[in-house]
């Protein structure tokens, strides 16, 4: 560790943290990066954030690309804001790189709030081209909750198992319709409409918005009833329209949650995901120590001519670090 | 365990296995049951017939729903049938309930080998409504393969992390696209564009056809060069058309595989990943009951009141068993 002399004994990545949990973008941001590139420190960091988070709202957006969710976001913050809230954006972007044009599109149209000393907005990748949501995001979501935001918006493109993980880092998870996408996609996205405390139908000036606001009443009353009923809210993002009703239904889920036994569930629900994950991501990494230690010596011929088994491979090398 | 006097010293598992091996479809059946309900015997049943294994082309076939699958599945069944060789099929369905009108749909439409005594056809779930492929499809493939099928057929559907991880088991994927589903559908499948190794262009007698094949191509184009560049071939499952072309590309790759040395580092990666698998598999059971015994304590009041961290709380449940 580098000691700068006029830090005292207090070292540069504790200056950090405490320049961050004041509210220091420059700060923020350097944490972020640390823990999402893993570092050494990362652990540390986040044992040293931990105790300061659970106080943001975090909210998931999430609907298939050409949803106009970055509009929406836009639009969202300008009257999250209004409320004199403070705003963290995480914006998941799917690493492919063909997509690269489109997300630099949304990008630009985010700009509006890109300069805005208020709002601190990070880009993120997932964990692989359609793979879900890395375990950085949700650190850098609970490092924007240590640092005082009140609310954190985290954005993730409607692709695969990302939609679905947003379900276990936010409070409450906004997905976006729009209409006219075709059959295959809302039969496609079902498993997701599983996960939504709010519908939001986008670009509600086009033809079929009343089919799909109906479609997805049709679907909730088949549901088991639950204590919060997702709200289904037309919008048209480009003009605003509709936007300050969906915030509202947006924060209206945050005190239902507050004020019900539902948000001490999930919150519960959460620290044992949050444990579980903690605990195979260091599963994953043990045993990929071990296994590289094996593979040195001539395991996989011996596996490729079957004089081994796999299964018998991994018993005897858990049996080397392993006590029951 | 249930000794059958007229079996003598062996006991009803062997006779199952030893039967599969020799390919009756009823135990094979059975030994996949047993597997894919992680039953106490799967390691067992695993480590018996992996010395069997090695021999059978591998064959993951993806697509969207709607791409055609099953029909051309169907076709290229009789088409490698009329070769001489013995197949089994594993169709994975996505667990969702929405997609079981589709899903039935399309096994009727595989009826036609359904009850045909030389093709083994069983249907998997995912690990989730978009999670991806379950570790005992795997082993099913594995099975069928020491059970003496020439071919195994894996049918995921395009719904997210199933068609990455078929990678993980397939020697050759065969990846279905279909014309004018949207330029937003391609993109989306923009990350699974780099795991196929023959491309179907289904339905070719669409609009659309020449622009999809033409756009495959210039995506191939801008990939670095590899030893073994997909083939992009139109078909119309429908009435065949095609099939035969599909079906040589696909055994074409198969023989470059056996002729060059990128089938060997496939193997080779293979069973790293397999080992890695079960040892990740093996370490996550022991760190479930761990953290299973650890909530019925007040831990989780301690983490929701911050007075502990996930980080801490993982950290000690894996010294609890693991030795460094």
Redesign the interface.
């Known amino acids: 560790m580098i000691v700068n002399s006029y830090e005292g004994i207090v070292g540069p990545l504790d200056r950090t943290i405490e320049k961050a949990l004041k509210g220091d973008h420059r700060s923020i941001a350097r944490l972020i990066t640390m823990v999402e590139s893993e570092s050494v420190s990362s652990?540390d960091i986040?044992?040293k954030i931990?105790?300061?988070?659970?106080n943001a709202h975090l909210i998931g957006v999430t609907g298939?690309?050409?949803a106009g969710k970055s509009t929406f976001l836009d639009k969202l913050i300008t009257r999250i804001m209004e409320n004199g809230k403070s705003i963290g954006v995480i914006a998941v972007d799917?690493s492919?790189?063909?997509?690269g044009g489109?997300v630099l599109g949304d990008r630009l149209r985010m700009q509006n709030h890109s300069l805005d000393p208020d709002v601190f907005i990070r880009s993120m990748g997932t964990r692989?081209?359609?793979?879900?949501l890395s375990r950085g995001t949700y650190e850098a979501a609970l490092i924007l909750d240590a640092c005082g935001k009140d609310v954190v918006l985290i954005e993730t493109v409607g692709?695969?198992?990302s939609e679905?993980d947003i379900i276990k880092i936010a409070d409450t998870v906004a997905l976006l319709l729009v209409p006219g996408m075709?059959d295959?996609?809302q039969?496609?996205k079902?498993?997701?409409?599983?996960i939504a405390d709010v519908f939001i139908v986008n670009k509600a000036d086009r033809d079929g918005t009343e089919r799909i606001v109906r479609e997805v009443n049709i679907m909730l009353d088949l549901q088991e009833e639950k204590p919060w009923r997702p709200p289904v809210i037309p919008t048209i993002a480009e003009n605003g329209e509709g936007v300050e009703r969906a915030a509202e239904a947006i924060t209206g889920h945050w005190q239902f949650l507050q004020n019900t036994s539902e948000g001490?569930r999930r919150?519960?629900q959460r620290?044992?995901i949050?444990?579980?994950e903690?605990?195979?991501r260091?599963?994953?990494r043990?045993?990929?120590k071990?296994?590289d230690r094996q593979?040195e010596t001539d395991i996989?011929d011996e596996?490729?001519a079957?004089k081994k088994?796999?299964?018998?491979?991994?018993?005897n090398?858990?049996s080397e670090?392993?006590?029951?």
């Open positions: 652990r986040m044992k931990y105790p300061h988070t659970g298939s690309p050409g799917p492919s790189p063909f997509t489109a692989g081209s359609l793979g879900g692709v695969g198992q679905i075709g295959d996609i039969i496609m079902a498993g997701i409409m599983e001490k919150k519960y620290l044992r949050e444990v579980e903690i605990l195979k260091e599963i994953a043990i045993a990929e071990a296994w593979i996989l596996l490729f079957r088994d796999p299964y018998s491979v991994a018993e090398l858990l670090f392993i006590v029951r």
